[in-house]
């Protein structure tokens, strides 16, 4: 079941196959999680996030068009549509972004050098918080490449962007976050490249 392509997957699923839906689950549950998370910054919200997000999938699944996008695109299309709405909503109620401690301690888990894990998880917040103050479609295009773990072709898909347009906006993305962390501590920007390593969603893949 696990190496079906998706298309025969998503063909099972229509077809009312549990077995299939646990494969589909299985397949992109962590993917969805992560998407949710990164948003949110809170497992239980991440986690009811996450079913909602299924539950639109299965709503919607016999609207997938296999030529159109990959599944995993198409997945984090709607994860994504419907993780905004419920961040906005969320904004709009708490006023402001919240990454609390328990929540770095999550996207970092620890060493056996508590110094140096404190400092990485104070660069982590500072990192996080100058995302917020990117432009949405800056700060986007990051959250779905650094830290959701979307490769470029599937943040063009997800984001209905060329490639080039995709790597563009990431570049501008990643100089502007070198901009606002350098004016907040007076440091040397972060080295080329990625901001962020493999950040595993909270208790690693789910």
């Given amino acids: 079941m696990d190496d079906q392509p998706d298309a025969e997957l998503v063909k099972r699923c ?35 996030l996450t079913q909602e997000c299924f539950l639109r999938i299965w709503e919607n699944l016999d609207r997938y068009e296999p030529t159109e996008a990959s599944l995993l695109a198409w997945i984090a299309t709607l994860s994504r549509n419907l993780c905004i709405d419920h961040y906005r909503r969320r904004r709009r109620e708490k006023g402001f972004r919240f990454v609390s401690d328990d929540a770095l301690t999550a996207l970092l888990p620890g060493t056996d050098n508590p110094q140096s894990d404190a400092e990485r998880r104070e660069r982590l917040r500072l990192l996080l918080d100058a995302i917020g103050e990117l432009p949405e479609e800056l700060a986007e295009v990051v959250q779905l490449r650094d830290l959701d773990g979307l490769d470029y072709r599937e943040v063009a898909s997800v984001l209905d962007l060329p490639d080039g347009t995709v790597k563009s906006r990431l570049n501008r993305a990643r100089l502007e976050l070198a901009r606002i962390v350098r004016r907040r501590i007076g440091e040397p920007p972060p080295a080329p490249g990625r901001l962020f390593g493999p950040v595993m969603s909270p208790g690693g893949a789910r």
């Fill in 14 to 48: 229509l077809t009312g196959e549990d077995d299939a839906w646990r494969a589909l689950v299985d397949r992109y549950g962590s993917k969805v999680f992560r998407i949710a998370y990164h948003r949110t910054y809170d497992r239980s919200e991440a986690e009811e």
